[in-house]
Structure formats: structure tokens, C-alpha cells
């Protein structure tokens, strides 16, 4: 998905950063609901994706709105506030996973959001966001998220024996 908007972003229109992030969240969630293994009545997974936009958005305003309004303060530049937004929103996002019934471990909900917002801070600190906008953020910020639920999730085969 990510290669896809990669490949395309030359083309698409200028619709704002906060209107990308509900796009990433909608191809996220729906990627998400095409291949969750339970299942679910039909009617929660349209909910979920327009959740999942929603939060996504919101996460991402979140953090603009802070950027701004942070500008005045010494050293803080735009780089607490998107990063700290981005952890809100993998902490939000895991309880709507939550709400679908997946279960992971308890620290996830502390790693999540911890992971999600070094991601963010590599991305700003490397500056690789001046050569595709906010899809390098969502890019980091899924491949974590995936990441941390993998070692998360407690069904990985695992072989104590060491010889």
C-alpha cells in the first residue's frame, strides 16, 4: 500500500495534510478488516474504518494544531507535539482493536505508544518528510504498530530450547 501512494504521489491533489491522514487511516483500517481472522457482524467493520479515519484525523490535527501553537517554545520545535499526537493515536487505535476483541499483552498498550512516537521523532529528526509529506509518518508509524503487536500478540511459536 505504502509503494502504491509512493509511486502515486506526484498525482494526487492537494487536499491537506489532515484529509492524508484520514486517508492512510481509511486504507489502514480497511486493510485491517479485510483480513482480521475473527469474525464479526458486518456492521462493525464499516464502523470501525470510519472510527479508525476518525482518530487518524484527529490524531493528525492534534498534532498540527500543537505544532503552532509551539513554535514560541525554546528547543520543542514541531517534533514533541506530532510525536506525542502519534502516540495517542496508536493508544486509541489499539483500543478499537480492543473493541474488535483482540488481546494482547498488557504492555502493548505502554510499547504502542511509546514505539509510535520514536517512529514519528526518526522521521522528523532523518527530515526524510520533505521528500513525501506526512506518507513517510504513515509508513513508520504501520510498520511499528505492526511490529509491536507481532512481538505483542503471545502466538508466536517460540523455541525454549537452546542446546
Avoid at 464502523?47 to 517554545?73: D, E, K, N, P, Y
Avoid at 507535539?81 to 493515536?89: E, I, K, N, T, Y
Avoid at 504502542?112 to 522528523?124: E, G, M, Q, Y
Wanted: overall charge positive; hydrophobic content about 55%.
Amino acid at each position: 500500500m505504502v509503494v502504491v501512494l509512493a509511486i502515486t504521489s506526484p498525482w494526487r491533489p492537494a487536499f491537506g495534510a489532515v484529509a492524508w491522514f484520514g486517508v492512510y487511516g481509511a486504507l489502514h483500517s480497511a486493510a485491517v478488516a479485510l483480513t482480521w481472522r475473527r469474525q464479526e457482524p458486518w456492521w462493525r467493520w464499516p464502523l470501525f474504518v470510519g472510527m479508525a479515519v476518525s482518530l487518524s484525523m484527529m490524531s493528525g490535527a492534534l498534532g498540527l494544531s500543537a505544532t503552532r501553537h509551539s513554535i514560541g517554545l525554546a528547543g520543542m520545535g514541531p517534533a514533541l507535539p506530532l510525536a506525542l499526537a502519534s502516540g495517542v493515536g496508536a493508544l486509541g487505535y489499539a483500543l478499537l482493536f480492543r473493541w474488535l476483541g483482540a488481546r494482547w499483552r498488557s504492555s502493548a498498550y505502554v510499547w504502542l505508544p511509546f514505539a509510535c512516537i520514536l517512529a514519528t521523532s526518526a522521521v522528523l529528526a532523518l527530515g526524510v518528510y520533505r521528500y513525501g509529506g506526512s506518507l513517510w509518518f504513515a509508513a513508520a508509524w504501520w510498520l511499528t504498530f505492526s511490529v509491536v503487536l507481532w512481538f505483542s500478540d503471545g502466538r508466536r511459536p517460540r523455541d525454549d530450547k537452546i542446546n
